[in-house]
Every structure is written in structure tokens, then in C-alpha cells.
């Protein structure tokens, strides 16, 4: 069974730099693609983009030119940093295993809070 | 990049079906048939109950289903149970961007 777990800063003061790390158990890394979800309270998730195991990387338009995404295949990580936050940053973060044509294993999530 | 169309709640009694409607465009639901359906309790992270339109996943009971036409994608849900009462969300690939959600429906068992 694949698990995930986030894990990084709950607070990030604004116009700093967020950064998550996914650690992925149960499994290999390689040859699939891992994303990144969040979810401000209340409201609705957003898509923010998926890195595969080579590297390659996809992001969501609307926050491309602030977003990146690495991954180390040895360690069975991958991480999220998104630059210049602000409070409307603040949500909970979710990393996602994608199998194929759908995203299927979720991580339990981490509250990210953007305040000084 | 525009979320997926849902709407914000539905209800219906104990025993009862609800169907839950998702609407894109041609650039995502009309041009895949990769939609998929998420539940999610509260403080929980979501579980995929549909992908690749109407499939379940093992262990996903066959009251949930799923179908799709033109950019419409729906969830049907059988005979309610208390327990579904949760927020469900569709999502869709889109291509280069590559996935997009809708903006999730909160599902009340009356």
C-alpha cells in the first residue's frame, strides 16, 4: 500500500518562500507522476502541478511563474516550493500519487500558514 | 485554467439516488475520458470513488457510479447511506495543464 506524507514549515511569513517535501513509502517513485494539491479552509481544491520521475514538470498556469517542483528518486522524495507568498497562500497541502489516468493516493495533508 | 462546473449542494433521503453533475468544456471533460470523482469527510484527505469515468476502484461500493456526456460528467450514488454525506469533487484532464477540479458539491443525507 503507497503512502505519503508531507512534510515542511507550517508558518511561512509573507513574501517568503514555501517549501514541502512528500515522502513516499510503499513503493517506488519511479515511473509515475506526483502532484501537488491544496486546499484553503473551507473552499475547493486547486491543482498546482505533478513532476514524473525524470523530472519533467506540468503546473497550473495560474501559479507557474512562482512554482517548482523537484524530485529525488533515490531518496523517494519530492518537493514544492512556491515563492513570494501571501496570505491567499494559505491552505492545506496536499502531495498525490498518479497512476495512469488518475490521481489515486493522497497524503494526509499539512496546513500551511502564510503570516508575520 | 477554469474549475470545473458543480453545483454547490444536493440532498436526498436515506435509500434515495442523488446525482451530482460536473460541466467543463472541450478542452477537458469533452476531449477525455479521464474524469474522476473524489470524497471527502471533513479533516480528511479525499478518496477517489470513480476514475476514467465510471470505474471503481477496489473496495468502492457499486452504489457509486459514474457517466459522461459530451462535457458533462455525472456521479450517481445509490441507495444513500448516512456515511456518504461528504463533499465531492470531480476532476478532469486537461491536457498540457494538466488536471483541473471542480469547485466541489457538499452532499447532505437527510
Known amino acids: 500500500q503507497v503512502q505519503l506524507q508531507e512534510s515542511g514549515p507550517g508558518l511561512v511569513k509573507p513574501s517568503e518562500t514555501l517549501s514541502l517535501t512528500c515522502t513516499v513509502s510503499?513503493?517506488?517513485?519511479?515511473?509515475?507522476?506526483w502532484n501537488w494539491i491544496r486546499q484553503p479552509a473551507g473552499k475547493g481544491l486547486e491543482y498546482i502541478g505533478r513532476?514524473?520521475?525524470?523530472?519533467?514538470?506540468n503546473y497550473n498556469p495560474s501559479l507557474k511563474s512562482r512554482v517548482t517542483m523537484s524530485i529525488d528518486t533515490s531518496k523517494n522524495q519530492f518537493s514544492l516550493k512556491l515563492n513570494s507568498v501571501t496570505a491567499a497562500d494559505t491552505a492545506v497541502y496536499f502531495c498525490?500519487?498518479?497512476?495512469?489516468?488518475?490521481?489515486?493516493?493522497w497524503g494526509q495533508g499539512t496546513l500551511v500558514t502564510v503570516s508575520s | 485554467q477554469s474549475a470545473l462546473t458543480q453545483p454547490r449542494s444536493v440532498s436526498g433521503s436515506p435509500g434515495q439516488s442523488v446525482s451530482i453533475s460536473c460541466t467543463g468544456t472541450?478542452?477537458?471533460?469533452?476531449?477525455?475520458?479521464?474524469v474522476s470523482w473524489y470524497q471527502q469527510h471533513p479533516g480528511k484527505a479525499p478518496k477517489l470513488m470513480i476514475h476514467?469515468?465510471?470505474k471503481r476502484p477496489s473496495g468502492v461500493p457499486d452504489r457509486f457510479s459514474g457517466s459522461k456526456s459530451g462535457n458533462t460528467a455525472s456521479l450517481t450514488i445509490s441507495g444513500l447511506q448516512a456515511e456518504d454525506e461528504a463533499d465531492y469533487y470531480c476532476?478532469?484532464?486537461?491536457?498540457?495543464?494538466?488536471?483541473?477540479f471542480g469547485g466541489g458539491t457538499k452532499l447532505t443525507v437527510l
Open positions: 476514467d469515468v465510471n
Open positions: 510503499g513503493g517506488s517513485i519511479s515511473s509515475y507522476y
Open positions: 513532476i514524473y520521475s525524470s523530472g519533467s514538470t
Open positions: 498525490a500519487r498518479e497512476a495512469y489516468s488518475s490521481i489515486d493516493y
Open positions: 472541450t478542452s477537458d471533460v469533452g476531449n477525455y475520458d479521464y
Open positions: 476532476c478532469s484532464y486537461a491536457g498540457s495543464d494538466p488536471w483541473v
